[in-house]
């Protein structure tokens, strides 16, 4: 495993701090809380490179490879895997520091897939697209 943050030009597209509220019975942090975290950060990522609502219509199979702890900061980074007529498929990482801001260690990684919505909630073609039909 790798102890070096991806190299994302914005940084991370979510950071936050987990904390004792997010634990499951075990004291961990509960993974549904990670999954939404992850679906927080590529719903915004895809929002943007579409300029426009979407929804998440799949998780490929993801792998935890460490618990998170509570204090930990934890860190989203999202990268265009695919992208289709009206879909992406969005790489989404999550990594943590200790509270102290070193130990960097990635805890998990999948790929998300958004479609890109209209104003009716139907499947569009991302924005850029449509702009060179007009």
Same mark, same amino acid.
């Given at each position: ?65 460490? &618990?998170?702890? %509570?204090?930990?900061? /934890?860190?989203? +980074?999202? #990268? @265009?895997? *695919? !992208? $289709? ?18 130990? &960097?260690?990635? %805890?998990?990684?999948? /790929?998300?897939? +958004?479609? #890109? @919505?209209? *104003? !009716? $909630? ?13």
């Amino acid at each position: 495993m790798t102890d070096t943050f991806p190299s994302v030009t914005d940084g991370p597209h979510l950071r936050t701090i987990a904390m004792p509220r997010d634990t499951n019975a075990a004291g961990a942090i509960f993974g549904g809380w990670t999954v939404s975290q992850m679906d927080l950060a590529g719903g915004t990522f895809a929002a943007q490179r579409t300029k426009g609502r979407v929804a998440t219509v799949s998780i490929e199979a993801m792998r935890f490879l460490r &618990p998170i702890a %509570v204090g930990d900061e /934890v860190s989203c +980074y999202c #990268a @265009l895997q *695919e !992208e $289709g007529e009206t879909s992406l498929g969005v790489r989404i990482e999550v990594w943590v520091r200790d509270r102290t801001g070193s130990n &960097p260690e990635k %805890v998990t990684e999948g /790929v998300f897939t +958004y479609v #890109a @919505l209209d *104003e !009716e $909630g139907k499947p569009r073609q991302p924005a850029d697209d449509r702009a060179s039909e007009t």
